[in-house]
């Protein structure tokens, strides 16, 4: 019959909540691919993460000894906690939507939990050294921010790449800054940079300095209208991973229904406060 439902039907809607819900949590977090990821492996949900100090060489005579050179790492802990979202589907629920209802679903968590965890990570930005911070309350977003944050992890030594994340309304200034005509001895008189055409073409500015810029919704704007963005490299904030993003079903047949639930289980923290800059700007518009 038409109107049945068969267990091929019902795997193929739990087929769908996982892929979509994969899918869609690994295109919408945007701080999980530019920190460093570390796996925990065994028993247990904490991971001692060493942190290596600054070895320095010095000139040598020749026949002569090398003085011997303390390694001595400091450790960062970091500790994994669940993070879940369950729904309960029932039969007529699904047997009466008109829209793919696994895919739905599937969307839904993947947008949540991957908003948790870029909460989280984007909390983290303004736990950077305090001397090396910059911007202030009602203070826009410039390159010229960018290019001191870049100034102070090249003369700590901090290789590249630098990735800068920074809320939406933050970068508006930036975009809008750059997209301004400058005057040039150009026949046309006044020009705009090529990195303003592309956030004129595509709302998106790309890289400045050499910073790769982000920008991420996720991170949180204070009763001033100021928000934490920050320059930093992948080795300043640490992942720890317990168990990646699932997605399970349980039957609940007396009530002719499916539990649904996603989750993971990880943990964030700073690892090197000196590879990162915390940049405080306004993010009125």
Same mark, same amino acid.
């Given at each position: ?59 040598? !005579?020749?026949?002569?000894? =090398?003085?011997?050179? $303390?390694?001595?790492?400091? /450790?960062?802990?970091?500790?994994? +906690?669940? @993070? *879940? ?87 508006? !200034?930036?975009?809008?800054? =750059?997209?301004?005509? $400058?005057?040039?001895?150009? /026949?046309?008189?006044?020009?705009? +940079?090529? @990195? *303003? ?89």
């Amino acid at each position: 019959m038409s109107n049945e439902t068969t267990s091929s039907t019902l795997s193929q809607l739990f087929v769908n909540i996982t892929q979509e819900a994969i899918f869609t949590f690994q295109e919408t977090s945007v701080m999980r691919p530019l920190v460093t990821t570390y796996p925990i492996s065994g028993s247990g949900k904490t991971i001692e993460v060493p942190v290596y100090p600054t070895i320095s060489a010095s000139a040598v !005579n020749e026949a002569s000894d =090398l003085s011997n050179t $303390a390694v001595n790492p400091t /450790s960062a802990t970091i500790t994994a +906690s669940e @993070i *879940g979202v369950m729904t309960t589907l029932t039969d007529l629920a699904r047997d009466s939507a008109s829209r793919n209802v696994g895919a739905d679903i599937g969307k839904l968590f993947g947008e949540a939990i991957a908003k948790k965890v870029d909460t989280d990570l984007a909390g983290l930005l303004d736990d950077f050294a305090s001397a090396n911070d910059q911007g202030g309350a009602g203070t826009e977003l410039t390159a010229d921010l960018l290019f001191k944050a870049q100034a102070i992890l090249r003369s700590a030594n901090v290789p590249a790449p630098y990735y800068a994340v920074f809320h939406p309304k933050a970068t508006f !200034n930036l975009k809008k800054t =750059l997209t301004q005509p $400058a005057y040039t001895t150009s /026949s046309s008189g006044y020009a705009i +940079s090529d @990195i *303003g055409n592309e956030a004129l073409r595509n709302g998106y500015i790309g890289r400045i300095a050499g910073i790769d810029i982000f920008e991420n919704a996720n991170i949180s704007i204070d009763a001033y209208d100021d928000s934490f963005g920050g320059v930093f490299h992948p080795q300043s904030i640490g992942l720890a991973l317990k168990e990646d993003f699932k997605v399970e079903t349980q039957r609940d047949a007396s009530l002719r229904a499916t539990e649904i639930v996603a989750s993971i289980t990880v943990g964030s923290g700073v690892l090197k406060d000196t590879y990162g800059v915390t940049v405080k700007v306004d993010t009125a518009l």
